[in-house]
């Protein structure tokens, strides 16, 4: 179905990628415009950022994937962080990276 006077040449869909929680609440949303390919392999490593980050309370650097080094949040400390990860490394006072055990 055409609004009167258009054509297909004047409707442009866009394709849109949502992840929701098991809480209901959206994660992450993305929109690729109708001449742009989704790339799943990103999907994909997002998701598993997403689940990586909620289970252990890290953060993910850009380009991550399982296995690579996270993030341990500026609101953790270095005793707490110690307890939960054992060793760290401190590149800056306000980012330090560990491997998940």
Not at 33 to 56: C, S, Y
């Amino acid at each position: 179905y055409l609004p009167d006077g258009r054509t297909p040449a004047d409707s442009a869909t866009v394709r849109s990628v949502f992840i929701i929680g098991p809480d209901k609440q959206l994660k992450l949303s993305m929109t690729y415009p109708m001449t742009v390919g989704r790339n799943f392999a990103e999907i994909l490593r997002a998701l598993d950022a997403l689940q990586t980050t909620a289970k252990h309370g890290i953060a993910t650097p850009a380009d991550w994937t399982v296995g690579q080094d996270v993030i341990i949040p500026p609101s953790v400390s270095d005793e707490d962080a110690k307890q939960k990860f054992g060793e760290f490394d401190t590149v800056l006072p306000y980012l330090r990276k560990t491997k998940l055990r």
